[in-house]
């Protein structure tokens, strides 16, 4: 029971180029969430989604695209690499009461 | 006003000290509530939810002001072990979301 995967754990990105960061759950959870991490700025939600084939915006969501076609995978896509969005991205899913778990985060720094 | 506020710190306790951080949120019909434990370079993890009554986790203590909009969480004799970062994280009632706070950095000193 792996949880929630991450991959990749590292990566470096020129600005303007484009990349899925993945995430998998075998938790059979609905709810799923991507989160970046940024110094002093807490955990910022991009996009979550309450099920397969739904997806909505969080706090942050320009630069970012996701699709939801399985329970288990949450992609995150990023269309156009920029330096602000060098950070830490956090994959995570919702249990019965409302409580999170995080995937081992990847670390983007885009140059 | 941010939905969720903690004091950032960092705290910085001496071992076996008591230690209580606050979280305040602006939405008074938030519903659920948690504390989340991140040590560097790791992810956060759920440490306890928050629930109306206060409660308690061995050495760990939280509680839930509604009138104040505010969870505390309280560590006693506190471990070198507990050096992390403590993220609170409110759901504002209605929402999909979790928001959750800046955090704020502990260290234990020997």
């Known amino acids: 029971n792996a949880g929630v995967t991450q991959t990749p754990k590292f990566q470096v990105l020129k600005t303007g180029q484009s990349m899925t960061l993945q995430c998998a759950q075998d938790m059979n959870h609905e709810y799923m969430s991507w989160y970046r991490q940024d110094p002093g700025m807490g955990l910022r939600l991009i996009h979550y989604s309450v099920g397969a084939g739904i997806t909505d915006q969080g706090e942050v969501p320009n630069g970012y695209n996701v699709s939801r076609s399985t329970t288990e995978d949450f992609p995150l896509r990023l269309l156009s690499a920029a330096p602000s969005q060098t950070s830490v991205y956090f994959c995570?899913?919702?249990?019965?009461?409302?409580?999170?778990?995080f995937g081992p985060g990847t670390r983007l720094t885009v140059t | 006003r941010k939905e969720v506020e903690q004091d950032p710190g960092p705290f910085n306790v001496p071992e076996g000290a008591t230690v209580a951080f606050n979280c305040t949120y602006s939405?008074?019909?938030?519903?659920?509530f948690f504390w989340y434990r991140q040590d560097c370079r790791k992810e956060p993890k759920l440490l306890m939810s928050?629930?109306?009554s206060g409660n308690e986790d061995g050495r760990f203590t939280a509680q839930l002001n509604r009138a104040s909009q505010y969870i505390s969480l309280l560590i006693r004799d506190s471990k070198l072990s507990d050096s992390a970062t403590y993220l609170c994280a409110v759901t504002p009632r209605g929402a999909q979301k979790l928001v959750f706070g800046q955090g704020t950095r502990l260290t234990i000193n020997p």
């Open positions: 939405n008074s019909a938030s519903q659920s």
């Open positions: 995570a899913t919702e249990g019965a009461f409302y409580e999170q778990y």
């Open positions: 928050v629930y109306s």
